[in-house]
């Protein structure tokens, strides 16, 4: 039986949970937002010197919301749509040209063996991360 698109993503997951795939949000707007609003309230609470002191503690609360939230980049690939996985299979059929005359278990002992397929697969999705998801970074613990 052919590879299907669940085989592929499995196999993604597996190989970026071996190797420690991550991607690294920031929740920027977050952060701004609750600046504003803390201002705003200190503003209306005590006026000009709340507004400050609104603003001050926004501002702190704020940077640390925005600080960087590492996701493990399987939970990514799971969250995908259909049209974005059929994407990524096309990719992953494109470094792997005998794909379609494997089965899974042969296409996971063969990419599971080979240091070198691992890291061509890796450097893919981290592309199709940044490019197709617009996510900024893929980093390896």
């Known amino acids: 039986m ?4 669940d085989d592929v993503m499995k196999l993604l997951c597996s190989i970026s949970n071996k190797k420690g795939l991550e991607v690294v949000t920031k929740g920027q707007w977050r952060g701004v937002m609750h600046a504003g609003i803390c201002a705003g309230i200190g503003g209306l609470l005590a006026g ?7 603003g001050v503690l926004g501002g702190l609360m704020g940077a640390w919301m925005s600080k ?3 996701r ?3 939970q990514v690939l799971k969250e995908l749509s259909g049209a974005q996985q059929m994407k ?3 990719k992953v059929k494109a ?5 379609d005359s494997m089965n899974n278990k042969q296409l996971t002992e063969w990419v599971l063996s080979s240091e070198s397929l691992q890291q ?3 450097h893919m ?11 900024p970074s893929a980093v390896q613990k």
């Open 68 to 70: 960087e939230k590492r």
């Open 120 to 122: 061509q697969l890796l």
């Open 95 to 99: 470094i792997i040209c005998n794909l």
């Open 72 to 74: 493990p980049a399987s």
């Open 88 to 90: 990524l299979f096309n």
């Open 125 to 135: 999705l981290k592309d199709f991360f940044e490019k197709e998801l617009k996510i």
């Open 2 to 5: 052919p590879v299907s698109v």
């Open 48 to 54: 000009p010197p709340g507004i400050a002191v609104g």
